[in-house]
T-cell receptor
Framework: DAGITQSPRHKVTETGTPVTLRCHQT?????MYWYRQDPGHGLRLIHY???????DKGEVSDGYSVSRSKTEDFLLTLESATSSQTSVYFC?????????????FGEGSRLTVL | GESVGLHLPTLSVQEGDNSIINCAYS??????FIWYKQESGKGPQFIID?????DKRQGQRVTVLLNKTVKHLSLQIAATQPGDSAVYFC??????????FGTGTRLQVFP
């Protein structure tokens, strides 16, 4: 499982509340990713990190922020959750350097915004 | 684990037959491609990859074919088994850091 843990695994919240999802890895990988998965869209990249304090935007970054203050943790924050952010969120780590090496995914976090 | 109810193209095959799952990718600059399998309630799992300097790569019961001319990728599964039932995604790397996924195909295997 590449030592990836996502928390919480399930969360229900109300529109306008802040939410933080945590991705924790135990194998010191440089690259970490946050994806969301929705019907009809597959997996879409939100943000990714290529090192401590080094992050960049993906395809669907609006409404999300990330932080990586240490190698093992990559946090995804919804400052003010909206119903359109109801989704399953997957964290992934990449083995290898640059554009080689596959991604290994966590088990996902289901977020429901009412 | 987690899953979503995906409204996806579906391929139905009989157990023991070969399966072919197709994918059209979008970026001609992509030079690395991966196929993933996602079972219900789980995260995607790596199956096989291929670099753009290759046309074909084989694994255990799986083969990936790459046609760069028409930006097409396919995954062939030999002697399909019930355990192969899942959603399959292709993914491309348009630059050094990002991996972009297709929308997926559901494979259903019937006895």
């Amino acid at each position: 499982d590449a030592g990836i843990t996502q928390s919480p695994r399930h969360k229900v919240t109300e529109t306008g509340t802040p939410v933080t999802l945590r991705c924790h890895q135990t194998e010191n990988h440089r690259y970490m990713y946050w994806y969301r998965q929705d019907p009809g869209h597959g997996l879409r990249l939100i943000h990714y990190s290529y090192g401590v304090k080094d992050t960049d935007k993906g395809e669907v970054s609006d409404g999300y922020s990330v932080s990586r203050s240490k190698t093992e943790d990559f946090l995804l924050t919804l400052e003010s959750a909206t119903s359109s952010q109801t989704s399953v969120y997957f964290c992934a780590i990449r083995q290898g350097l640059g554009n080689t090496g596959e991604l290994f995914f966590g088990e996902g976090s289901r977020l429901t915004v009412l | 684990g987690e899953s979503v109810g995906l409204h996806l193209p579906t391929l139905s095959v009989q157990e023991g037959d070969n399966s072919i799952i197709n994918c059209a990718y979008s970026n001609s600059a992509s030079d690395y491609f991966i196929w993933y399998k996602q079972e219900s309630g789980k995260g995607p799992q790596f199956i096989i990859d291929i670099r753009s300097n290759m046309d074909k790569r084989q694994g255990q019961r799986v083969t990936v074919l790459l046609n760069k001319t028409v930006k097409h990728l396919s995954l062939q599964i030999a002697a399909t088994q019930p355990g192969d039932s899942a959603v399959y995604f292709c993914a491309e790397t348009p630059n050094t850091d990002k991996l972009i996924f297709g929308t997926g195909t559901r494979l259903q295997v019937f006895p």
